[in-house]
């Protein structure tokens, strides 16, 4: 079965950073993408950046792009997110997440498997 662990989430304040993993297990991940989501208080799901993990091919949403970056490590079956220059808004519980194509998705039904999440708090 796939299972998909983050770490890395915590207290940061405005403009500081973090960097988020998620180590994935329980099959090979080729002709899949993985993405990170993020989900604050009264608010919907929403994509946040996503990678193939073959191609290494990667998106992003408007709303971080510049400053996140994702990343895979493959002898560690790994992806991580880089977070620069956070924002208060930034503020949620991040997930990952993997869904069975290769190509870029952007929407939470696509994804089939989620880990438990980490919690991401940036003070202003």
């Known amino acids: 079965q796939v299972q998909l662990v983050e770490s890395g989430g915590g207290l940061v304040q405005a403009g500081g950073s973090l960097r988020l993993s998620c180590a994935a297990s329980?099959?090979?991940?080729?002709?899949?993408?993985l993405g990170w989501f993020r989900q604050a208080p009264g608010k919907e799901r929403e994509f946040v950046a996503a990678i193939s993990w073959s191609g290494g091919n990667t998106g992003y949403a408007d709303s971080v792009k510049g400053r996140f970056t994702i990343s895979r490590d493959y002898a560690k079956n790994t992806v991580y997110l880089q977070m620069n220059s956070l924002k208060p808004e930034d503020t949620a519980v991040y997930y990952c997440?993997?869904?069975?194509?290769?190509?870029?998705?952007?929407?939470?039904?696509?994804?089939?498997?989620w880990g438990q999440g980490t919690q991401v708090t940036v003070s202003s």
């Open positions: 329980g099959r090979t991940f080729s002709g899949y993408t």
């Open positions: 997440a993997t869904a069975p194509i290769s190509s870029i998705a952007i929407t939470p039904s696509r994804y089939y498997y």
